[in-house]
């Protein structure tokens, strides 16, 4: 590899640090976090890199959006040191995530769209009834609540739970995502959402955003897949250059 390195065109740290407005100080650090292969020295002990370094970096900034900083730098360090199935398996990793958050925000998308809206006026219910109109079990009510799903208020003089109209919601949502095969520990940080936004209104367009950022990652692994081939496709005709 050093001589195909001597007979490419030698790069200082600023020219690859100029492309992508880093300071010359990032681009070393890259280089001592196994991100950019090591480079070579001169005589007078200046790094010197070559244009596969540019694509190095260039694949770096480039998975970052949609991996993460930490996750492109375990796949960058896995290919320079040769691991590049241990470099694949993290971006499968990846797509993985992302088919998961999908699967939920559709969950979360059709739970809101059957959910029938609890009118304001409507008064408190009791467990009878509310699990009654949920088709659940009472004892279902309680597990809902002791997971944080719900969070009634009790009868001061009798001490039964009742249900106001927030959390009929609330029960409602749980039950169409628990139809849908979610378990109460994901539910729980969807409700809580719900009751940050102060309904399912304000929600619907939280998810529009929620669709928007999956969509921008997607497009983020897909350039990050071209620019990391791109960097494979060039040590792959080094190795092949230096088998012949």
Do not use: C, N
């Given at each position: 590899?050093?001589?195909?390195?001597?007979?490419?065109?030698?790069?200082?740290?600023?020219d690859l640090a100029r492309e992508h407005g880093l300071s010359t100080q990032a681009v070393r650090n890259y280089e001592a976090d196994g991100i950019l292969p090591a480079a070579e020295r001169g005589p007078q002990g200046y790094r010197a890199y070559t244009p596969?370094?540019?694509?190095?970096?260039?694949a770096f900034l480039a998975l970052v959006p949609g991996h993460?900083?930490?996750?492109?730098?375990?796949?960058?360090?896995a290919v320079n040191r040769g691991a590049v199935e241990d470099a694949l398996r993290l971006i499968d990793e990846s797509h993985a995530q992302l088919l998961d958050d999908?699967?939920?925000?559709?969950?979360v998308t059709a739970a809101l769209?059957?959910?029938?809206?609890?009118?304001?006026?409507?008064?408190?219910?009791?467990?009878?009834?509310?699990?009654?109109k949920l088709g659940?079990?009472?004892?279902?009510?309680?597990?809902?609540e002791s997971a944080g799903l719900l969070r009634p208020d009790r009868d001061p003089r009798t001490g039964y739970r009742v249900?106001?109209?927030?959390d009929v919601r609330d029960a409602k949502l749980t039950r169409q995502l628990r139809r849908g095969g979610y378990p109460l520990a994901q539910i729980a940080p969807l409700i809580e959402q719900v009751r940050s936004a102060g309904g399912v209104v304000p929600l619907e367009s939280a998810l529009r955003g929620w669709h928007d950022r999956l969509a921008t990652r997607s497009r983020a692994l897909l350039s990050g897949a071209a620019a990391l081939d791109a960097y494979l496709a060039d040590l792959t005709e080094t190795t092949r250059k230096g088998s012949a």
């Open positions: 590899m050093g001589r195909d390195l001597r007979d490419r065109e030698r790069l200082r740290p600023v596969r370094h540019a694509l190095a970096l260039r993460g900083h930490a996750t492109a730098t375990s796949i960058m360090e999908r699967r939920t925000l559709q969950a769209r059957d959910l029938e809206p609890v009118p304001q006026e409507r008064g408190d219910l009791f467990v009878g009834p509310l699990s009654g659940v079990r009472p004892a279902t009510l309680r597990k809902w249900y106001s109209a927030a």
